[in-house]
């Protein structure tokens, strides 16, 4: 009779375990930030409209209760209770308020690797989708400073968020991953209005030619996009959370003039510096 040996039992004990790991999960996890810029929660009534606005970031509606409606050039969709709605950044829209309405905003970017947008890369298959009962307590935590409650609304709006996308395939980043976090971390640390493809590619040890080439591959935009991405981003970021002057947020990112910033920033964003800072946006 065969007497089972600990090297058997050993065997036997890794045969049983099986192990699935997935690059394109850790990749995805650690390299995206779900970036707020503009949130709360509001009531509004019939009187509550913003005509023609565009949207300088993706908004997120949470409606708890009530309706309205809102318009682009090419749809139109009913604002109702119990429903989530996703409006792309850039989008031209409309809103109005059929009765009172109380709503969740949210105004973000799903950043990756600091240097392009999940959704504009992957654009929302729909627009409207309906959301569990269960999401309006999780809700009421909004406001609180605590970790716990801040993780789980993070993970929630996350969640609501995913609901919105095409199941497309994680953007696969050059190889070696050392290699591209250098370049993500040089045009992070360095993104100013006169950063060149040349600088970038000098750095990091590239031709301009292959890292022209790169950044369309992986973020399916050019390297003067993404850099005018990021300098809006600061812009905006600058504008709403400092109290530095116009010209000073404009020499910072790179301008010498603050005329011309502010003709760049309202050529991407719609409105001035001073307007955006003053929170002209359809939620104020």
């Known amino acids: 009779m065969h007497t089972q040996t600990t090297k058997d039992r050993n065997y036997k004990k890794q045969e049983s375990i099986s192990r699935v790991y997935s690059d394109s ?3 995805l996890v650690n390299c995206t930030r779900l970036n707020l810029y503009n949130h709360g929660r509001i009531v509004v009534d019939e009187r509550w409209c913003d005509d023609n606005v565009i949207l300088s970031q993706h908004v997120l509606l949470l409606v708890k209760s009530g309706g309205g409606v809102y318009e682009t050039p090419k749809k139109r969709l ?3 209770a119990g429903w989530a709605f ?3 950044m850039h989008t031209e829209v409309s809103f109005s308020c059929s009765s009172v309405m109380e709503k969740y905003y949210f105004f973000f970017r799903l950043e990756y690797h600091g240097l392009t947008d999940l959704i504009e890369l992957n654009p929302p298959v729909h627009q409207e ?3 569990a009962d269960d999401i309006w307590p999780l809700l009421e935590s909004y406001g609180r400073t605590d970790v716990s409650s801040n993780l789980g609304l993070e993970g929630l709006l996350l969640g609501i968020i ?3 996308l095409p199941r497309t395939a994680v953007p696969q980043p050059v190889s070696p991953p050392e290699k591209f976090h250098r370049i993500s971390a040089y045009i992070n640390n360095n ?3 006169d950063l060149t493809l040349g600088d970038v590619a000098r750095s990091c040890g590239l031709t301009s030619g292959y890292l022209s080439s790169l950044c369309k591959k ?3 935009r050019n390297f003067k996009e993404i850099i005018t991405a990021k300098i809006l981003d600061r812009s905006r970021k600058e504008l709403r959370s400092s109290s530095r002057k116009v010209r000073e947020i404009a020499g910072s990112l790179g301008f010498n003039d603050e005329l011309y910033f502010s003709k760049y920033f309202k050529k991407h964003c719609g409105m001035s510096p001073l307007e955006y800072r003053a929170g002209r946006e ?3």
Do not use: K, Q
């Open 162 to 164: 995913a609901g919105f």
């Open 191 to 193: 993104c100013r209005a």
């Open 25 to 27: 999960f850790s990749e």
């Open 282 to 284: 359809m939620y104020r």
């Open 218 to 220: 992986t973020f399916g």
């Open 78 to 80: 009913t604002l109702r």
């Open 129 to 131: 989708r309906p959301v």
């Open 86 to 88: 996703l409006v792309p």
